[in-house]
Each structure stands twice: as structure tokens, then as C-alpha cells.
């Protein structure tokens, strides 16, 4: 049997038993559609090229950051889009598993971080979680990406090492351009990337003066965060931190609107 024809036995199963079991919600990741499943609960496609197919509401995360955290994003966009209540079921379906789960806020998230997922977002998140998990040379490694608004980015900071990147035109959507990326992420400071994915620089200290810029984070977290919200706060940038202990964070405009640990789900 082909992968396709796993995938539409797998469709198949998850829609008989949305008819069966109380199900209020159809998570489909991965499988594209030839035409809208005829059921009477929300559909929700999750995967980077799924393109609005049918009018359906999409989620477009990049696959490779596995089924498992796929899912956790999806239940929790679910419930900040009003499309499922914590606790109630819903059920999920891949080219090759199928499951049903009650949905809960697994991932803490602001609604500000779906409006966000754009092609540049999807892979320095995905950057993000692999780095998490995996870390450089088998060690735990945080660091900061910050992602647009470059020249107000570049005027609020300045370099701290020489930087690596300069005079190549190193782009995140080149094929080997995150194991080059990787290989830098133990330098300090932050990467700042453009709109377009290129990476102009690493090891950029960012400069916020936090007597005149006031951040929304909670106590106890250090400087990487604090430097990652006031540089959300004082330009338009999206900024990205990874942890030693594995959590990942996205801050906009000086507060926190995604916080997951993919190693703890």
C-alpha cells in the first residue's frame, strides 16, 4: 500500500468515527484534500502548503516540527479561535497515524502568534525547536533571533564579535542554511534576519535602555529575554529566544505571545 492510500484509509477511519464518538473538532496535518469531507464539525488544516484548500481554516506550520508539536499548536489555536472548548475532543489525522485528544492549552500562546505565521516565521520557529532539541554537539545552547525591521534592529544594537555573516549572503531558505546557522548559535548576542530570510549578522548585542522602554515579562527571567521583549518593543521585529532548558518564546511589542518546551511534550 502507497503513502497516499494510507493517508486516505487513515481520512477515511477519522471521519467514520467523527460521526461515532463525540467529536467536535477534525485536525487534518499533512494530507492534502481533493475535496472538503462532508461532516458537520469545524476542519482544521495544519501544514505549510496548505493554502486555504476549500475555504477550510489552515494552520501553516512547517510538518518537520512533528506531529506531536503540531498537534499541541493546533489545540491550542483551536481554543484561542473559538473553534473548540478545553477539555472537549477533538480528533487528528497524519499520512500515517491517527488520534484523538481533549483539547488543552498545551502551548502557552497569545492570540497576537497566529497572525504572525508567515514563510520567514515558520522556518526560525522551526530553527528554534530543532536547537531545543537538539542543541549544539549533544549540549543545551540558548539564543536570540530577531526577525524584521533590520535597520531599526541594526541602530538598536551593535556587534560584540566579529560577524560571521558578513560579505555572504547566507539565506534561511537555502537548502544547508540552518546547519551553517547552528554552528554559530553559541556565539552571545542575537542573529538578526531580515524579511527575506537573509542573515545579516550573529553575535549582535542588542542596546535597550530599560529606564525609558517598559517590558511586560514575568520576574525571574535573564537578560536574553529582557533584550529579546525591548527589541520587540522599540522597533517592529518579531524576536525568537531559545533557553539552556529548553523552551522556546516569541516576544512582540515587548511581551511574550507563544511560550512551548518541545522538550517536555
Known sequence: MKGNDYAEVLLKKALELTRLLDIKALVVIGIELKKPPKV??????????TSRQHNLKTLPLPL?????????????????????KEGETFIYV?????????????????????????????????LAIELSLEGREGKPIGTIFVIGDTKNVIKHSHQMVPNPFKGYKINIFDKGSKEIIKEFAFLDGAFVI??????????????IDFKK???????GLGSRHLAAAGISKVTKA?????????????FKDGKIIFEYNPRLH
Do not use: W
Not at 110 to 123: A, G, K, L
Open 94 to 126: 497524519t499520512p500515517s497515524t491517527l488520534g484523538i485528544r481533549k483539547a488543552k492549552k498545551a502551548v502557552e500562546v497569545e492570540d497576537e502568534f497566529f497572525s504572525q505565521i508567515e514563510h520567514i516565521f515558520q522556518e526560525v520557529l522551526e
Open 40 to 49: 458537520d464539525i469545524p476542519i482544521l488544516l495544519v501544514g505549510r502548503e
Open 194 to 207: 531580515s524579511k527575506s530570510g537573509r542573515v545579516l549578522c550573529a553575535g549582535r548585542y542588542l542596546d
Open 64 to 84: 518537520s516540527m512533528g506531529t506531536k508539536n503540531l498537534v499541541n499548536l493546533a489545540s491550542s489555536f483551536m481554543i484561542a479561535e473559538g473553534i473548540i
Open 213 to 219: 522602554v517598559s517590558v511586560n515579562i514575568p520576574s
Open 238 to 250: 518579531i524576536a525568537i529566544t531559545v533557553s539552556e532548558s529548553g523552551i522556546v518564546r516569541v
